[in-house]
């Protein structure tokens, strides 16, 4: 059984006050809500992601570079919201980093981890950490397509 993550608690917290407070209406635009989302939501988003990642790789460094909350709407009725964040995941032994992307669709109470574009051609880790070696290994794994970054769950980083 698969433990639940920090992230996971934030996005039901998160999918609960956009739906109690009609996010979903058309009386406020979608751009007002995604600046509203992003300036109230970021840093906890930051705290959780940060603490799920740190359950099992407390060695490294957790830097958020970048996040960006989007909501859509299907006929007003509340289709899928996405909370993205890159991430750069440093190990201080080594002066080393290795970029992911943390993606969280706010309906489905699903975060995904997947590696940054710019490993698309490396079947290694290109440098020495053990620690990013790891998680590279883990998340290139789940391609299925070279080139393809086919993401895996946040729990099973954090957990398995």
């Known amino acids: ?70 909501l859509y709407e299907e006929n007003t009725q509340g289709g899928p919201c996405t909370f993205f964040h890159q991430a750069i995941l440093t190990d201080p032994k080594n002066s080393e980093a290795l970029k992911i992307f943390v993606k969280t669709l706010i309906n489905y109470n699903m975060t995904t981890v997947y590696l940054d574009s710019i490993y698309a051609n490396d079947n290694h880790y290109p440098g020495k ?15 299925s397509i070279p080139g393809y970054f086919n993401p895996i769950r946040l729990n099973e980083l954090a957990y398995k």
């Open 129 to 143: 950490s053990k620690r990013l070696s790891e998680i590279f290994k883990k998340l290139k794994a789940a391609d």
């Open 1 to 70: 059984m698969t433990k639940e993550t920090n992230t996971e608690k934030i996005t039901l917290e998160l999918d609960k006050y956009l739906g109690d407070n009609n996010f979903f209406d058309d009386l406020v635009t979608e751009n007002e809500i995604n600046r509203l989302i992003n300036k109230n939501w970021k840093a906890k988003f930051i705290i959780a992601i940060t603490s799920d990642i740190h359950k099992r790789y407390e060695d490294l460094q957790v830097d958020i570079s970048y996040s960006k909350f989007e």
